[in-house]
């Protein structure tokens, strides 16, 4: 009685053949590690924005405030 066994690919032993597997594996972390780095640096910028917004609004509203009790 033969047996057969199934084979679970993840998608890691894809290349394993031709020696390409190294490169693309470099090439994606490279990828991804930008992807996040330029993701941290987005949040940070608007982070920064959205102060400077809310600082220009806070001055508005004060400004129109100290107007009206002045007159």
Excluded: P
Excluded at 7 to 14: E, I, P, R
Excluded at 16 to 43: I, P, Y
Aim: proline share 0%; charged share 15%; aromatic share 8%.
């Amino acid at each position: 009685m033969k047996m057969r066994f199934r084979t679970l690919n993840l998608g890691f032993a894809a290349n394993q053949g031709n020696g390409c597997g190294h490169r693309e594996v470099v090439l994606s972390l490279v990828h991804r590690l930008v992807r996040c780095l330029f993701g941290l640096l987005t949040v940070l910028v608007r982070a920064d924005l959205s102060k400077a917004i809310e600082l220009l609004a806070l001055r508005h509203a004060f400004g129109s405030a100290s107007q009206q009790y002045a007159g």
